[in-house]
């Protein structure tokens, strides 16, 4: 098992090899000095290691072993930063073995000095899921599907990197997104809870960056399928394939999927406008489809040893349709009406993005990159309401009415980066980037007269234009200033310009920032197996592209989902502390946001008398969190990780434009335990359970989750799994109510999806499976999340 080692040391990295260069999995990595045994690690499938080491007078050695191999013996070598063995080949042993057996495992959550990495395909659990899931089931995180929102370490403003490019969609879109991104094409998914001064400032809670597989070789890869069922059919089918040349390196990612989903909606709500109170229950069957293809391919091509160019295009489509039928029971001073309302939605997206990028390296000391990227997003969303109204037997009242959302969006960015080792322990990394953004929000609502012509409401028609500028300049140094002690400081500055115009109400926000983001590093090594780090950053919430043009969604004809073009950006201070040893980890996170937005709060209308949910902006908010994973290793062959997060919070949004204080506390307990029968078969339990917690006004109550899976695996690396997500229907449940601090309003709301789902996965390998990495480059990487 590889330990959890100090993370203020540099790296020795290499590949273990045979005969054939094919990689060796499995092999075991030995790191000595003085004749002494420092640590150890093993190879992973790709045939590669790392090793973390520090200064020191006396020379190191590294020894490679593997069953069946003639062990090998590097030459003593000094401490001289990050070090690169390259390619370790090992010949066959003469002794002939009758049966080999290897066993392994890493830590199913790896902690560094900023972020976790979760390794997705060592998860039984995980295989054939879509990575929503997976991140349902990741510490730190919180997913409620309620509200289409995804927090980290107890706050809100996530952003979600799919291989260093941001994820342009808005929340729902972001939501179906990650529910159809299948596992099988990701590696892994960090989560990012303290970003350095390369990263853009964007993201109040920090980034989720996922990692597909990529990689080169001979040629090779694989070919998955999945089906799934839980009250309605959901299948997939994705290819990975990759290879290399002398010069030439590409990857293909592809894959398709089509989910039926059942999901039930049940709002409850009192609304009182003045003397006229009125009560109603509206419940909601949804049936949505969602048909997404993808497609992500690159090339890079190495011109000499120093000098490399790639381009990269991703492509996607998502075509979400969907049949719902909302009744509605009301009660106010004229009597009970009831009403049924049939509607049918589309939600079109695609997505293109195109990349180029050029890296030279001056010297072994100094490199640099440059990228370009275009995106276009559209976005179409119509929708038609049929109502029928019954206020007593025998008076029925019919109406029709629409909305439509249209949004094209165009983004263009460019950056520059530069690193440069000024001595042994010391290194510095400059950057430059520029992003510009334009967009068209086409949204009408309207009404079908008798005549059968549809009539624009006032008041919900209008077109939105946007023109969004961010300029960055940012510099940090990496310092190994003793043995035990180092430090990352850096310092970033964006200057920011925003406009948002109506057709009809003219110049609706003009916004102009800018604003400087330090961070600051520091870890201390005691020893080989523990390690306290703290860590000081500045972030900024911009509001997405959704929340500021508003969309309408109705529910029925008197609840309406919809944006806040009055909306501003947050600021948030964060400190993190974290200890790191050979198996606990821990970390302390303290933050104050100024101008917090809650996303997802019911307001109400007294004009028009509507109950109205959309993101509002709050006073302030404080938190502080504490996160504690530790992994055990019961007996051999049973393995177990176990998470705690607890967060104390103070929020004050404000309601009728005044503060209102609501202070709360909120934890979460999570399992995994793995079972390893035989070399060819696992076994998974996955549980978790979370208790209530706040949002603003809203108030999210527990949930429970169980996770079952079963894998295996055969020697031709045909791999097969069986995973029931949600046994006990419980963790597909998002139940929600409002603690409003006036008698104005009651509301509390249920979103109830498919659980428990059955899924059947199949992964077929492909030609070589001799991968290596192959660097993900982007210059919209670390954007902030824009619809």
Known sequence: MQTFLTK????????????????????????????????????????????????????????????????????????????????????????????????????????????TVIHVQDRVTNLGSSVLGVLGRSPAVRVNRGINQISMMGKEGVIVMVDNKQV????????????????????????????????????????????????????????????????????????????????????????????????LVEIETELNFGNSPIVSRLDVERKPATAMYTAESGLEWKISPQTGVGIGLSLLQSNWKMDATALTKSRDLGGITSSQTDSYEENLLSQAIINFNFSHSFSDKTRVEMDYDYIRFERDNPTVYQVKGTVSQDDE?????????????????????????????????????????????????????????????????????????LYAVYLSSNWQITDKFRMIAGLRYENYELILESSKQGKVNDRKMNNLFPNLHGSFTFDENNELSLSFVNRIQRPSFAMLAPYFYFFDEQTLFTGNPELVPSLTHQIQLAYQGSRLSTT??????????????????????????????????????LLISYPVEITTGWTSQYDVRGTIQTQYPLVNSLPVKYASANFEVSTTQIFHVSDWFDAEL???????????????????????GIRKTFSSGIGISFNVNDVLNTGSQWPMTADFPTNDLVYDWLFDAEGPVFRFNLSLPLGSRSVRKLERRSGSGDEERRL
């Open 168 to 263: 342009r969609m808005e929340s729902a879109d972001l939501i179906r997104y990650l529910e159809n991104l299948n596992t099988d094409l990701v590696e892994s998914i960090e989560l990012i809870t303290a970003p350095p001064a390369s990263y853009d400032a964007q993201g109040a809670a920090g980034i989720i960056n996922i990692n597909t597989l990529r990689g080169e070789g001979n040629l090779g890869g694989q070919i998955s399928g999945n089906f799934a069922y839980g009250k309605r059919p959901k299948y997939g089918i994705n290819l990975s394939l990759n290879g290399t040349g002398e010069k030439l390196t590409y990857y293909f990612n592809g894959g398709y999927s089509l989910a039926k989903d059942l999901e």
């Open 397 to 469: 009242q019919n109406s029709s009415f629409l909305s439509r959302a249209k949004t094209p969006l165009d983004i263009q960015v460019g950056k520059i980066d530069m690193h440069n080792d000024y001595t042994e322990n010391l290194s510095f990394d400059f950057g430059l980037k520029g992003t510009h953004s334009t967009f068209n929000n086409q949204v009408r609502v309207a009404e079908r007269n008798r005549e059968g012509v549809w009539v624009d409401i006032p008041g919900f028609t209008d077109s939105y234009q946007l023109d969004e500028s």
């Open 8 to 115: 203020a040391q540099n790296t020795i990295t290499g590949k273990v090899v045979d005969a054939q260069n094919l990689p060796l999995e499995f092999a075991h990595v030995l790191l000595f000095r003085d004749s002494l045994f420092l640590q150890g690690t093993v190879t992973d499938s790709l045939g590669k290691f790392e090793v973390l080491y520090s200064n020191s007078a006396s020379p190191y050695v590294i020894q490679v072993q593997a069953l069946g191999f003639s062990q090998f013996q590097g030459e003593p070598f000094a401490f001289s930063g990050n070090k690169d063995l390259g390619n370790i080949l090992l010949t066959v042993s003469p002794t002939e073995l009758d049966e080999i057996t290897v066993q392994s495992t890493r830590p199913l959550f790896e902690q560094r000095i900023d972020r």
């Open 588 to 625: 302390l996170q303290l933050t104050k946001e100024s101008q917090p937005v809650f996303d997802g709060q019911p307001d109400m209308d007294f004009e028009n008398k509507l109950l109205v949910v959309r993101p509002l902006q709050g006073l302030e908010s404080q938190s502080g969190t």
């Open 686 to 708: 996955n549980a978790a359970y979370f208790s209530n917690y706040r949002s603003g006004i809203m108030y999210m109550k527990e949930r429970f989750m169980l996770d079952l």
